[in-house]
């Protein structure tokens, strides 16, 4: 199964890295920056989430309440056809707060300071891209028959582990959700996103994470 960097290489990526340019007026580059940051870290979050059954039950019914189908993404045209309804961006909303906690400004900042794009446009991408990442879930537990709370978390590994060290790449991500070890998702993610080699931003999963770990 390919990986979430995969899907953002593909038809599905540029049309949504084309479509939430638009929707915050920055430029392509900049917004496929955030969104190759951002996309791996909420879903490394998610499994995070899932790590425990209450987390893990918690997700399976989001993704079966028939809210997140998976259909957003064979729409994403009409999605971004006269800029993104405000009960997606209100959805998204809700998918961060859950996923991130108290934690939402201060990814935000990390990434805006990363990116060089504005806080509040970082803000917009990530609420766009939460219902794309749950219609993304809903679409491979349906494919791959996964009806019950213990399967998630090998799908989200699978996703985040797309290219060859798979492993690596996913064992990196969580390491950075929770670095010091005491259980507080994305407790120190802003300190990890802007140490990541100066100021220039990196692309694609294995220069983010090389960044982050390589000395």
Do not use: R, W, Y
């Amino acid at each position: 199964m390919s990986g979430i960097l995969d899907l953002l290489n593909g038809p599905i990526g540029k049309q949504l890295i084309s479509g939430v340019a638009g929707q915050t007026n920055q430029s392509e580059d900049k917004t496929a920056s955030v969104l190759t940051m951002a996309m791996p870290l909420l879903m490394g979050a998610m499994k995070k989430n899932a790590s425990t059954p209450e987390g893990a039950a918690g997700l399976m019914n989001a993704l079966q309440s028939g809210k997140h189908d998976g259909n957003i993404l064979s729409n994403l045209g009409g999605l971004f056809g006269g800029g993104v309804d405000d009960s997606v961006l209100n959805d998204g909303a809700g998918i961060l707060g859950h996923v991130l906690g108290g934690k939402q400004t201060q990814v935000e900042n990390a990434l805006s300071q990363k990116s060089g794009v504005d806080a509040s446009s970082v803000g917009t991408i990530l609420k766009v891209a939460a219902p794309i990442i749950m219609g993304l879930l809903s679409k491979q537990t349906q494919d791959q028959n996964v009806s019950s709370a213990n399967g998630i978390s090998d799908v989200l590994g699978s996703l985040l582990g797309g290219g060859s060290d798979a492993g690596k790449q996913q064992s990196l991500i969580e390491s950075f959700l929770d670095s010091d070890g005491d259980g507080s998702i994305l407790d120190d993610v802003a300190g990890m996103v802007l140490n990541s080699g100066g100021s220039q931003t990196k692309s694609g999963l294995g220069g983010l994470l090389g960044g982050l770990f390589g000395k």
